[in-house]
């Protein structure tokens, strides 16, 4: 048995032990005023620009697969060369989640879902490098998603045997683990994987609509056969025998399928217009928990980002039956919002988002991302939000998503930049076996599994800059020790920085 004592397991690990931790929530808590925030040493105006291009930097370190001539970040090399090769398929690419080795399908499709949301409605702001780059991040992502589903009636929902992969401390291009290939066939259910796969596929296929239309249909059409699968077969992947030894405690489907359906139905309305989608939402969307207004949003709990993303055709006028959406949307909003009687979202004492659980940022990020999807929205139909005695303009949301974005990038009481390789002062010692180990090009002898331990433990700074890299983050006293074993603080995930794609192409844009 290996020294688990030497090295903690991931992040993920610890969604186990609560739930709801996996996925954006709005804790009823302290509600605590903005002027705590006072305390903060305010920057000047941030570098935006430079914030963005990092932000998408770093999924090329999370890169699996043959890595391009064109690779930035050249600590990186080639890894996971013969995924899928014992069962038959080419599951080669796609992304590691965090800090480990292992290809999660459920967190991977939300990231790229997330990404795609980002270029389609704030692409438009970033300087043209950026957004050809913030393609590339969608395509790699969506290059493997196609793979998953290339098998009638199969998914492949995970590479990678996460508790072997977890009991050791080593290079991506070392790796000799077991790769598990994990996947679901029918009859068995995938609604959760399957469903958000389609939303990926729809998302990308509007992403890529007028760089390559030929990419763009073939991204639809397979996202339709992605949402057939998880509609003919429901019910949650990890209830699978098969499949939940691998994905739990990890990423188990913690709050129903449900979601990733309405979810993937609204995606695939949007991106191919279609009515049988709509028909969809409106005859399903009770069932699928449309009306449960949950006020939470992540990659296993996406309603609050269906309330926004449906509530567009609203708003815009074009379909009145769908104000429920609307109104739930709004409702989030007012939880949001420190003057509204409704609000009722913890802050830390420098004015963070926080929810306890682990990985805040993944909170702070995608809850920064609604505030100015929708926000935009509003703008665009001139409408407000009533919060009972105060009514909400999309100002006032642009104003909260800043707030959290400069916290991120350095205006919080440890005058530190959450952001690897942004700013002065940023975290050294981030939970990341490829940042913290030598790379191969460096050293290139082989690290075996329990040989990284010494890096592990060591209080060097990371011997690679993963750049652009978002942690976990500090904790509700706003304190951040940069300990690479606290995983829960200093781990960084694809899915805290796909959102903020698109939050920071936006303050690119508006940096005022």
């Known amino acids: 048995m290996l020294e688990l004592q030497q090295i903690p397991t991931d992040f993920a690990t610890t969604q186990a032990s609560n739930g709801q931790t996996n996925s954006v929530g709005i804790s009823v808590a302290l509600a605590l ?72 399908g459920f967190p991977m499709a939300f990231s790229t879902t997330l990404l795609a949301w980002s270029v389609i409605e704030f692409g438009e702001l970033m300087p043209p490098n950026e957004l050809r780059n913030a393609l590339v991040a969608i395509r790699w992502g969506t290059d493997y998603l196609l793979k998953t589903i290339s098998q009638p009636n199969k998914i492949f929902v995970q590479v990678g045997d996460p508790i072997i992969d977890h009991n050791c401390w080593e290079r991506p291009e070392d790796m000799d683990t077991a790769r598990t290939v994990y996947s679901v ?39 339709i056969r992605a949402f057939e699968f998880a509609d003919n077969y429901k019910g949650a992947y990890s209830d699978n025998d098969g499949v939940r030894s691998g994905a739990c405690p990890f990423y188990c489907d913690f709050d129903g399928y449900q979601d990733e359906l309405l979810w993937g139905a609204a995606w695939l309305r949007k991106a191919s217009q279609n009515d049988t989608y709509l028909n969809y939402i409106q005859y399903n969307g009770k069932t699928l928990g449309a009306d449960d207004n949950i006020n939470e949003f992540g990659w296993d709990n996406k309603h609050a980002g269906i309330n926004v993303l449906i509530s567009k055709e609203f708003l815009e006028g074009k379909v009145y039956s769908l104000e429920s959406y609307k109104a739930s949307a709004d409702s989030f909003m007012c939880t949001l919002i420190p003057e509204s009687s409704s609000s009722h979202i913890e802050y830390t004492p420098g004015g963070l988002i926080y929810k306890p659980g682990g990985s805040n940022m993944q909170h702070v990020s995608s809850i920064a991302f609604l505030l100015l999807v929708y926000a935009n929205y509003l703008s665009r139909t001139s409408q407000t939000v009533n919060c009972g005695s105060v009514s909400v303009g999309p100002t006032s949301l642009h104003q909260q998503a800043k707030k959290q974005v400069d ?43 329990k040989e990284g331990s010494v890096y592990f433990n060591s209080q060097n700074p990371n011997s690679n800059i993963l750049v652009g890299a978002v942690v976990g983050g500090p904790g509700e006293d706003d304190v951040y020790e940069d300990d690479r074993a606290d995983f829960r603080k200093s781990e960084p995930t694809t899915y805290i920085n796909a959102p903020l794609v698109g939050v920071l192409a936006y303050f690119v844009a508006n940096p005022n």
């Open 407 to 449: 916290y991120i990038l350095g205006d919080n009481p440890m005058n530190m930049s959450y952001m690897v390789g942004y700013g002065n002062k940023y975290p050294q010692r981030i939970h990341h076996r490829g940042s913290s180990l030598p790379s191969i090009k460096d050293h290139p002898q082989f690290i075996a599994c």
């Open 33 to 104: 005023p903005f002027f705590l925030s006072l305390s903060l040493v305010k920057s000047d105006i941030h570098d935006y620009r430079d914030a963005l291009s990092k932000c998408i930097t770093f999924f090329e370190g999370q890169r699996s697969g043959l890595l391009p001539n064109d690779q930035r970040l050249n600590w990186r090399s080639n890894s996971g060369l013969r995924d899928g090769s014992m069962n038959g398929a080419d599951l080669i690419g796609g992304y590691y989640d965090a800090g480990d080795n292992v290809k999660f």
């Open 185 to 223: 066939e029918a009859p068995q259910t995938a609604s959760d994987v399957a469903g958000e796969t389609a939303a990926a596929l729809a998302a990308s296929s509007m992403a890529f609509r007028s760089s390559d239309p030929g990419y763009s249909e073939t991204l639809l059409r397979n996202s």
